[in-house]
C-alpha cells in the first residue's frame, strides 16, 4: 500500500480520545475516506437535483409550446 506521511494537528480532546486506537493511522485513513465519500455523495445528489430541476422547467416549456398548438387542427 502506498503511504504518505503527514503532520496534522487535532484539538487535544481528539488527540486524547484517539490514543486508544492501537492503529491509529488506520482509523484516520477511514474517517477521512467515509468523509470525503459523504461529500462526494452529497455533491453528485446536489448536481443530480439541479439537472432534473432544469429539465422540469424545459418540460414545462415544452408542454406549454404543445398546448398552444394542439387544438389548432381539431
Avoid: C, H
Avoid at 16 to 27: I, M, P, Q, T
Avoid at 38 to 51: S, V
Wanted: avoid cysteine; charge should be neutral.
Amino acid at each position: 500500500m502506498n503511504t504518505q506521511r503527514l503532520n496534522i494537528t487535532i484539538p487535544k480532546k481528539d488527540a486524547a480520545r484517539l490514543k486508544a486506537k492501537s492503529n491509529k493511522s488506520a482509523f484516520i485513513a477511514e474517517a477521512v475516506r467515509e468523509k470525503l465519500d459523504l461529500e462526494e455523495k452529497n455533491l453528485k445528489e446536489q448536481e443530480l437535483a439541479q439537472a432534473y430541476r432544469e429539465v422540469s422547467r424545459e418540460e414545462a416549456g415544452l408542454l406549454k409550446d404543445w398546448d398552444s398548438v394542439s387544438g389548432d387542427s381539431l
